[in-house]
């Protein structure tokens, strides 16, 4: 077990670009989360996928941002058209659908910079 | 909408003090809450994770405790080390697999040597 990976670790874009991250669970983890943190902020949650069922997305998810789970397994999450404003350092957790704690692992993030 | 306070934003203590940091809570419908650390530039690392059934957890130096019915946890660390520098984050569940965590803006923590 090696714990959350994202790819990137960093990502420098130009505005108008569009940019793709990649998220691979704890193995068996069937729970997925992204979330975005600004700069002093705590991390706000963005969309969450049970297996490859996306369940929820927050009103922070514009139609600029797409998620997907396609085999249940690794994640993505590309934000097309980049604005400023995404600067941000996006993180991704899991956690196991089975029993009842429900406690969420993180990744190292990844941090994108729009130019 | 639940909201996530923590107290207070920064700290700075002498090694070897014991501290205290808070979180409050506005909705006391939660299923759990967590409490991370967060090196600079970094992404989190779970310490402990209360049960909305539970009043405590300890790790170690750390004590985590949770009153639901007023919405506050605290987070004790014993004899604070230098290492112990993060800032540390509260968050809470709301359950059913809807919303994920919703997270307080943390207390950035320093500890002098």
């Known amino acids: 077990d090696t714990g959350v990976s994202q790819n990137p670790r960093h990502k420098i874009t130009k505005r108008g670009q569009n940019v793709t991250f990649r998220c691979d669970p704890i193995s068996e983890h069937n729970r997925l989360y992204w979330y975005r943190q600004t700069l002093g902020q705590g991390p706000e949650f963005l969309t969450y996928f049970q297996n490859e069922a996306q369940l929820e997305k927050s009103r922070l998810l514009s139609d600029r941002f797409s998620a997907e789970r396609p085999k249940g397994s690794f994640s993505t999450l590309e934000i097309q058209r980049t604005e400023q404003g995404d600067s941000a350092m996006y993180l991704c957790a899991s956690s196991p659908l089975a029993g009842a704690i429900h406690e969420q692992f993180f990744g190292p993030g990844t941090r994108l910079t729009v130019l | 909408k639940q909201e996530v306070t923590q107290i207070p934003a920064a700290l700075s203590v002498p090694e070897g003090e014991n501290l205290v940091l808070n979180c409050s809570f506005t909705?006391?419908?939660?299923?759990?809450l967590q409490w991370f650390r967060q090196d600079p530039g970094k992404g989190l690392t779970s310490l402990l994770l209360i049960q909305s059934s539970q009043r405590e957890q300890t790790s170690g130096r750390l004590n985590a405790s949770l009153d639901k019915s007023s919405g506050r946890s605290t987070l004790y660390i014993a004899a604070s080390q230098p290492g112990d520098s993060a800032t540390y984050l509260c968050a809470v569940y709301r359950g059913g697999g809807a919303d994920g965590l919703t997270f307080g803006k943390g207390t950035h923590l320093i500890i002098q040597p």
């Open positions: 909705d006391s419908a939660i299923y759990n």
